[in-house]
């Protein structure tokens, strides 16, 4: 009876300390007193054009029709011009030629065509540039994936994977992927874990335009997706050997 007792009190402890462990996979954004305590900060410098970017650049001043020539709208509607970022980061703006806007915040593109726009305006314009194609994918274990166009160009990781109805039961909170196109047109892919608090002061926790996020499946999602394979094949093959049982049956009468 002892030896009974024993043995239900280690499977307890057992089961609560897997428990615990599977648990603490769980929560975002743990030991925060570490992020509270550091002296750490994140410099946002804005975000940066990049190649196959499509911006609309809008140049007021207090005469409109000195702006005009500068404001070109799309062809049998009053939707502004967009300019394509090309492979060299140009983009052709009206009067001025080929402008190099590529690596550049919006902020700089916006003073550098103010500096352009000095030889043709007697006073300095209003220059307003958006990036109209920001979006971003979210992949994976997610409730709701998809792409998300983010109009106010800026977002960071949670308010991404919020965006995509946050991560099932069997995402793996450790081991997010950050899939992003530099510069150069270069991919890399940065694993991020969402346990840390730490994650909030990583240079990858502010997303860009066109970043692909993938939340990895855990061991047991990978699990039941193989039980199910197996358990269609198995179904299909005793329905076909039942209808060869069922023809040979019949034949032979």
């Not at 305590?37 to 970017?53: A, L």
């Not at 039980?227 to 034949?251: D, E, H, K, Q």
């Amino acid at each position: 009876m002892k030896k009974m007792a024993g043995l239900t009190l280690c499977l307890l402890l057992t089961f609560l300390l897997v428990s615990c462990q599977a648990y603490k996979k769980v929560p975002y954004l743990q030991d925060t007193a570490f992020v509270n305590d550091t002296e750490q900060s994140v410099h946002q410098t804005g975000v940066k054009v990049m190649p196959k970017d499509l911006l609309t650049i809008a140049v007021s001043c207090s005469t409109p029709e000195l702006a005009a020539p500068f404001n070109l709208v799309n062809s049998g509607t009053d939707a502004p011009q967009q300019y394509l970022v090309d492979n060299q980061g140009n983009i052709n703006f009206p009067v001025l030629g080929e402008i190099h806007v590529g690596g550049l915040t919006k902020l700089e593109i916006e003073n550098l065509i103010i500096e352009k726009l000095k030889v043709y305006l007697k006073e300095a314009p209003l220059v307003t540039v958006r990036i109209v194609n920001y979006r971003i994918s979210v992949l994976g274990e997610v409730a709701s994936p998809g792409s998300f166009v983010v109009s106010n160009e800026k977002i960071n990781l949670l308010e991404a994977l919020a965006m995509a109805g946050d991560l099932t039961i069997y995402g793996m909170r450790d081991n997010v992927k950050l899939i992003r196109t530099g510069q150069d047109n270069k991919q890399e892919i940065i694993t991020i874990d969402l346990n840390k608090a730490e994650t909030v002061l990583s240079p990858y926790y502010q997303l860009q335009q066109n970043d692909i996020i993938y939340v990895t499946p855990n061991k047991t999602k990978a699990k039941n997706s193989d039980v199910g394979t197996s358990t269609g094949l198995w179904v299909s093959a005793t329905s076909i050997l039942v209808s060869l049982a069922n023809l040979m049956i019949t034949i032979l009468r």
